[in-house]
């Protein structure tokens, strides 16, 4: 009887396990925070916004509504913040520059195959602002969110005051393969 009032706890818990070279220490990149206030300036700026929707080949490129423009970063603002305390011990930050692209680059991966977010960089200017602050260039992040048979991917890219882009592919058993590209434009129209 004992036995069996302690092994009831058990199976009732989810335990993932950490990954070896899981960092406990130092804080990471608040990417989602980051994003939220992105989306904050923007809904009390004056930006022309454009949305280029790509379906199919088919192209739609239209003018949105500033106070639209958060359900269109939705796929940024609802991902998991893996910088909480809740999930950080599953991943792992590694800090590299890159020469080619003049940057510092904060990579997050994790090997818990459950995790939605596989992958975050977030790329930092090496140049500080005129306080002396980094400035954000861009966050890239590689999304794998669950849906039962269905396989999503989606891929996910921030430029900082500039634009958002996130392609979609979706894999459902018995249909063909769908590839959906949603690109927002607030603050670059430049080719």
């Not at 490129?61 to 603002?77: G, L, N, P, W």
Request: with cysteine.
């Amino acid at each position: 009887m004992i036995f069996l009032c302690l092994a009831v706890p058990f199976a009732f818990c989810k335990h993932k396990k950490k990954p070896a070279n899981a960092n406990s220490d130092g804080a990471f990149f608040p990417v989602v925070s980051f994003i939220k206030g992105q989306v904050k300036d923007i809904d009390t700026s004056l930006y022309r916004i454009i949305k280029i929707e790509t379906t199919d080949n088919r192209i739609d490129t239209q003018y949105i509504k500033r106070e639209d423009f958060k359900t269109y970063a939705k796929d940024f603002t609802s991902l998991p913040d893996i910088s909480s305390e809740k999930i950080k011990d599953d991943y792992t930050e590694t800090k590299t520059y890159d020469d080619v692209l003049k940057s510092f680059i904060l990579t997050y991966t994790t090997d818990v195959k459950d995790n939605e977010i596989q992958k975050e960089d977030v790329m930092i200017d090496p140049e500080p602002d005129e306080n002396g602050n980094s400035k954000v260039k861009s966050i890239i992040i590689d999304e794998w969110p669950n849906h039962g048979d269905t396989i999503i991917h989606k891929s996910l890219l921030w430029q900082t005051n500039k634009r958002f882009l996130v392609v979609t592919k979706i894999d459902a058993p018995g249909a063909p393969e769908k590839i959906t590209r949603l690109e927002v434009v607030w603050n670059d129209f430049n080719p």
